[in-house]
């Protein structure tokens, strides 16, 4: 929750949502962390819609953040809760 504001807006852009970092809710550190709930919610579904290895080729517009990506869709796949590879 606590990343920088390029990697939230880069990954709001890449899962097709580029508003999502616009809402109140979760616009700055402190709100994602009193809504993580709901923001774990939303991204859980979002990543669901697509395998590890789709959402992997997509364009790196996350730069540095696509390895931080790339881990979180292996330990969805590794607990079951993501759509897999």
């Known amino acids: 929750?606590?990343?920088?504001?390029?990697?939230?807006?880069?990954?709001?852009?890449?899962?097709?949502?580029?508003?999502?970092?616009?809402?109140?809710?979760?616009?700055?550190?402190?709100t994602r962390i009193d809504n993580q709930e709901e923001l774990i919610r939303i991204l859980g579904a979002v990543f669901a819609t697509q395998t590890r290895d789709q959402w992997c080729q997509r364009p790196p517009l996350l730069g540095e953040h696509n390895d931080q990506i790339r881990a979180a869709l292996d330990r969805r796949s590794a607990d079951g809760t993501g759509a897999g590879t």
């Open 1 to 30: 929750m606590s990343s920088p504001e390029k990697f939230w807006k880069g990954l709001a852009v890449v899962i097709g949502q580029p508003d999502l970092f616009s809402e109140a809710r979760f616009a700055t550190c402190q």
